[in-house]
């Protein structure tokens, strides 16, 4: 197993790609503490990963607020005595439209989950990291920072500072023998497309379909299957990548 004995918290892991990589990650070895605003998704998903045999816990927490970031790096250490693994996975998107319609306090939750939200991650996390002597973050950034779009255009903005955070992380974290690396979804099937698309529909669906030359939509597994390489060892000497994981869409 790849991530065998490794402790790996995942925000935003109740639902869509956070929940396929906590899955994925507990398949593979690793103990998961499952962290979500959404109480009823997040226990869901740690108690199937439980289920399965595998080890997982659930923290309810707001990754905007430092007092929740803390609780669930407390609670990982205090239930398994070290921590690995932050997937930075919570996200928050504006629906499509004009970018003057953006109120101030969606934009403000835009950057404050998808931007603050990893400030307060990283300040919990990276003394952790040192004490053990290494760890790895896997931030989750978004085909729209490499390739924006019309219409998301603050979205596009906060997920542009995720790929720039990542890399940035990665050159002044490498001493400390910590690792960071982002993966760059394209539109994946979960329950935030109908808010990337404005309007779900067949027809939206059968048009974004074309823009990606492998002909589909991500699926949740794909995502994951990107993260678990880039937190297992195999990815040792990979830091400050931001791994378009997107059909061939960006190119």
Request: proline share 4%.
């Amino acid at each position: 197993m790849r991530l065998a004995g490794k402790v790996a918290i995942v925000t935003g892991g109740g639902s869509g790609i956070g929940e396929e990589i906590a899955r994925t990650f507990a398949r593979e070895g690793a103990r998961i503490l499952v962290n979500d605003i959404n109480v009823a998704g997040g226990e869901r998903v740690a108690g199937s990963i439980v289920t399965a045999n595998g080890a997982a816990l659930f923290q309810a927490g707001d990754v905007t607020k430092t007092a929740d970031v803390k609780a669930a790096v407390e609670r990982a250490l205090a239930a398994w005595g070290s921590l690995d693994i932050v997937v930075n996975n919570a996200g928050y998107a504006q629906k499509g439209g004009p970018m003057t319609e953006v109120t101030e306090a969606q934009f403000d939750r835009i950057f404050a989950v998808n931007v603050k939200g990893l400030y307060h991650t990283t300040n919990a996390a990276i003394p952790v990291f040192r004490k053990q002597g290494g760890g790895t973050f896997l931030n989750v950034a978004s085909t729209a920072a490499l390739r924006p779009r019309p219409n998301l255009t603050w979205y596009n903005a906060s997920k542009g500072a995720v790929v720039t955070l990542t890399k940035s992380m990665a050159v002044e974290l490498a001493g400390d023998n910590i690792r960071a690396n982002a993966i760059a979804p394209v539109a994946t099937d979960t329950p935030l497309l109908p808010t990337f698309l404005g309007e779900d529909t067949p027809e939206r669906r059968a048009a974004f379909r074309a823009t990606v030359p492998l002909g589909r939509l991500g699926q949740p597994s794909d995502m994951a299957n990107a993260a678990l390489y880039l937190c297992s060892n195999e990815a040792a000497f990979v830091t400050g990548v931001c791994l378009e994981v997107d059909g061939g869409r960006c190119i």
